[in-house]
């Protein structure tokens, strides 16, 4: 059985990112055995973690927002559920909520986690993303960021040129399961 939670792009991925030089003390990093890489000079080590992401799912009955990606980095021109990487100084939720706004001008109210997947996007990319469920509660939709466009969809009818399959799986998985999620407790 195929697992729906995990989506490949680019199936061979990059065990060592780009990264040459120890960023403690810049040395050059060794490989290791066990698809890592280590500097002799000090022990630090160059783990290959994913990134962490949110996608969040903006419905309004039976329509959902997606937004025209404007991005020279991945998926220019394709449409996708707003979100984007969890800064350092962030929680998950923060970001949602930031990267939302920044997109689409929107304010919104999460109330639950519907999924989470992994995405292996190029060879260098490999993100874990938390995709929530959100409304919205204030704002007028508008693109911005990295959006060119941002379009209320009907669930049903067609779909745009999506940039990704993750992002298929969700709507389908909302509309078609209704899951109940993890609430969000924002107290």
């Known amino acids: 059985m195929k697992n729906k939670n995990i989506f490949y792009d680019y199936k061979n991925i990059n065990k060592y990112r780009t990264v040459n030089y120890c960023p403690n003390c810049g040395e050059k990093l060794a490989p290791r055995d066990d698809d890592f890489q280590k500097c002799d000079n000090c022990g630090y080590v160059n783990?290959?973690?994913p990134q962490t992401a949110t996608a969040i799912l903006i419905t309004d009955g039976e329509k959902y927002l997606l937004g025209k990606r404007n991005s020279e980095n991945v998926k220019n021109g394709y449409w996708a559920l707003p979100g984007g990487f969890i800064e350092f100084k962030e929680d998950f939720l923060t970001a949602a909520k930031r990267e939302v706004?920044?997109?689409?001008n929107l304010d919104i109210k999460i109330d639950k986690i519907i999924n989470v997947s992994h995405?292996?996007?190029n060879k260098n990319l490999h993100s874990l993303v938390i995709v929530l469920h959100a409304t919205v509660i204030n704002g007028e939709a508008k693109a911005g960021d990295d959006i060119s466009q941002v379009k209320w969809f009907n669930y049903g009818?067609?779909?745009p040129e999506m940039?990704?399959?993750a992002d298929i799986h969700i709507i389908n998985y909302y509309y078609q399961k209704n899951p109940k999620g993890i609430k969000i407790?924002?107290?």
């Open 47 to 49: 783990y290959v973690n």
């Open 101 to 104: 706004k920044e997109e689409t």
């Open 119 to 121: 995405n292996f996007l």
């Open 157 to 159: 009818e067609d779909m």
């Open 163 to 165: 940039a990704f399959d």
């Open 185 to 187: 407790d924002e107290t």
